[in-house]
């Protein structure tokens, strides 16, 4: 199967700087899922840019 980073990245909200999963969302799932917390873009963007992505954080804005 073919990487499609480059169409992930057209959509992607994060904005966390530097880091090297952006667009490769099978790694960025990875890693927040192993930390107990969700990515970026399961959140809004004001909320997206505290950079909390735990699942709390993800409750709060949703409920
Ligand atoms: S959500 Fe996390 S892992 Fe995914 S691109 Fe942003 S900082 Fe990287």
């Given at each position: 199967m073919e990487?499609?980073?480059e169409g992930?990245?057209?959509e992607c909200n994060c904005s966390y700087p530097g880091c090297s999963r952006k667009g490769l969302c099978c790694e960025c799932v990875?890693?927040?899922r192993e930390r107990g917390?969700?990515?970026a873009c399961f959140f809004s963007e004001k909320a997206e840019k505290s950079y909390d992505r735990s699942i709390a954080r993800f409750v709060e804005e949703n409920s």
């Open positions: 990487c499609k980073k992930n990245l057209e990875k890693h927040h917390e969700l990515p």
